[in-house]
């Protein structure tokens, strides 16, 4: 049965079956925790009182009778292993120190801590309480808002503004992001399918601008502002004038979860706060790849977008082969990222657009995902479902 506590001094879970410390419970680590629960001792070490659904953060901001949805407890997450309410200080080739000073020590270690995100995309607390309470205020003032600025034109802005507009028809809406295109690197298709639907939703996308100061006030708080732009590159028709609003978001910049590593004791990361891992995503230190150590997620250097479906793919890989390790067999399970980028990006519950690995073609090419197929896989219930089943709370 797992458990929710501290831990204390140097402990090892039992004697006999491989002990795993997995440091983070987010999509990857909350997925091989319990993909390795059967076959090993795993204690899953997370400073959150729950697993929280970040990819429906935008609509618990918009609704708040749903956002009690976007959170899954652990205690049902594992059968044997356990979960410690705890935060690492340290990770070495033996173990994890802990901040409350104890120390978990094991066989196996999975580095899974993720980034963080500006709000609402993230929570940014370790309480689902408070993180309610902070989206019930953004929402109270949100509503009285009636033009709203979001900066940033990736997917978390668009499915921001797409959140937005399904429950107020009438507020103004402006993106802006000085990047000259959207979605680059998608299909043409795509790209043009999600122009035209943000038209459709009377939301205004202005590319190639930036703004020349940062508004003031707090992001998600209602407060009348108006700021100057300028235009970036050769965008420029129409894009230099002022821009008045009521609320801004910001909904740009990715930052590592890594600051436990700084010590060196196991690796030192990349210039952008990343973990090198091999094709078989094991961690690699100063000497070479460490053949027990394991990183996954928005913590490695993967080249490609970091996104909760391909952590959990990760998790895949890296519990298949701790598995086998554990069982006296060689690690051969690898992570291929795929040469193509994915997402499945809501417009609110009912409009969005997709685009996915072509599995029947052979080309290795991408395939558009059309709008009533991106609400029946996602922006319907954004995958709660799913997450249901994993945390045995369906």
């Not at 140097?10 to 440091?23: F, K, L, P």
């Not at 980034?115 to 989206?135: C, N, Q």
């Not at 939703?201 to 998600?220: A, K, W």
């Amino acid at each position: 049965m797992s458990e929710n506590g501290s831990g204390s001094g140097s402990e090892n879970v039992s004697a006999g079956r491989a002990t795993v410390a997995v440091v983070g419970g987010g999509y990857g680590g909350a997925a091989v925790a319990k993909a390795l629960d059967g076959g090993t001792d795993v204690v899953l070490i997370e400073p959150k009182d729950a697993f929280v659904h970040s990819a429906g953060a935008l609509r618990a901001l918009v609704r708040p009778d749903w956002a009690a949805n976007m959170f899954f407890p652990y205690d049902r997450l594992l059968s044997r292993g356990r979960v410690l309410r705890e935060r690492a200080s340290s990770v070495d080739p033996g173990g994890v120190t802990l901040a409350s000073g104890g120390r978990i020590d094991a066989d196996y270690l999975v580095l899974a801590t993720g980034s963080d995100y500006a709000f609402p995309a993230k929570t940014e607390t370790d309480s689902s309480a408070e993180a309610l309470r902070r989206l019930r205020v953004a929402y109270d003032e949100l509503t009285g808002a009636e033009r709203v600025l979001i900066l940033g034109a990736g997917p978390v802005g668009l499915e921001l503004a797409g959140e937005i507009r399904a429950v107020w028809p009438a507020k103004r809406i402006v993106i802006v992001d000085p990047a000259p295109e959207v979605l680059p690197g998608f299909l043409p298709e795509v790209r043009a399918d999600l122009l035209r639907q943000l038209a459709a939703l009377d939301i205004e996308l202005r590319l190639g601008v930036r703004l020349d100061e940062q508004p003031p006030g707090e992001p998600g708080r209602a407060k009348t502002f108006t700021v100057p732009t300028t235009p970036v590159g050769d965008l420029t028709a129409g894009l230099t004038a002022d821009l008045t609003a009521d609320i801004w978001f910001r909904c740009h910049g990715v930052r590592v979860n890594g600051g436990y590593l700084g010590d060196g004791r196991l690796t030192l990361p990349t210039p952008k706060g990343q973990v090198r891992v091999t094709d078989t995503l094991n961690v690699t230190g100063p000497a070479g790849p460490y053949a027990h150590v394991y990183a996954l997620g928005d913590l490695t250097d993967v080249a490609e977008a970091k996104m909760a479906g391909h952590a959990m793919r990760h998790a895949d890989v890296v519990a298949r082969n701790i598995l086998a390790q554990a069982r006296g067999e060689r690690a051969t399970a690898t992570y291929l990222p795929s040469p193509v980028p994915s997402a499945l990006l809501p417009l609110g519950p009912g409009g969005g657009v997709g685009q996915l690995p072509d599995t029947e073609g052979g080309a290795g090419g991408a395939v558009p995902v059309p709008a009533p197929r991106v609400a029946a896989y996602k922006g319907a219930d954004l995958f709660v479902g799913r997450f249901a089943e994993l945390f045995g709370t369906a």
